[in-house]
């Protein structure tokens, strides 16, 4: 069936260092992929989405390219701060008619000043 | 736009009784969905509605967990009895047509 797979964590970064977060898919036909992240306390936030292979989503900085040949989306920053501390998880949506949202198992991200 | 409403915020209950989560989705999203997210993991899906019709309930444990989304708007979703191990956060998110999910804040459920 569909999955996705992250890279475990936590991962512990100094500010301003370089961000990836690795996310591999398994799924059938073309989905949508997405980057969601949940601060502490909070719910979840689209962070940002890619709908068809070669696209790059971007936003706060953070980018991630759609790349159907080796079915990953791996999340990129050039320059993390502390603020970014959070849990990062990566998701598909399957563009059938079943629209199914499914989640990888997170990557928390812990950035000291 | 408003957001997913969930209500309530937090409860904390005794295993084997029983608990309702309610959800009001952004007005006129079509899919509504119901997540578990137990500590550390991420969201697992447990029901997905189309309308009021539903599309995947294959993870819902269904001798405990019921969800009905009463004219495509609204859903509650309950259990009972509840259990030790279904201490989670119960996320609802919805969807217009897709690709994008819009998820409320959560309900976190404590069984003691």
């Known amino acids: 069936g569909d999955s996705v797979t992250q890279m475990e964590g936590p991962v512990t970064l100094s500010e301003e260092a370089f961000l990836t977060i690795n996310c591999t898919y398994t799924?059938?036909?073309?989905?949508?992929l997405f980057w969601y992240v949940q601060y502490p306390g909070e719910g979840l936030q689209l962070l940002l989405k890619?709908?068809?292979?070669?696209d790059k989503g971007s936003n706060k900085g953070f980018e991630a390219t759609y790349r159907k040949e080796t079915t990953s989306f791996h999340l990129e920053k050039g320059s993390v701060q502390v603020s970014d501390s959070a849990v990062y998880f990566c998701?598909?949506?399957?563009?059938?008619?079943?629209?199914?949202?499914?989640f990888g198992s997170g990557t928390r991200l812990l950035v000291r000043p | 736009e408003a957001g997913v409403a969930q209500s309530p915020r937090y409860k904390i209950i005794e295993k084997r009784q029983s608990v309702a989560f309610w959800c009001n989705p952004i007005?006129?999203?079509?899919?509504l969905y119901w997540y578990q997210q137990i500590l550390g993991q991420g969201p697992k899906l447990l029901i997905q509605?189309?309308?009021?019709?539903?599309?995947?309930d294959s993870q819902l444990p269904k001798d405990r967990f019921s969800a009905e989304r009463l004219k495509g708007v609204d859903s509650t979703l309950k259990i009972q009895p509840a259990k030790l191990e279904d201490s989670a956060v119960y996320l609802c998110?919805?969807?217009?047509?897709?690709?994008?999910?819009?998820f409320g804040q959560g309900t976190r459920l404590t069984v003691v």
């Open positions: 509605f189309q309308n009021n019709g539903v599309v995947d």
């Open positions: 799924a059938t036909g073309y989905p949508s």
């Open positions: 007005s006129g999203h079509a899919t």
């Open positions: 998110a919805s969807s217009l047509d897709a690709p994008e999910a819009f």
């Open positions: 890619a709908t068809k292979a070669d």
């Open positions: 998701a598909l949506i399957r563009m059938d008619s079943s629209y199914k949202l499914i």
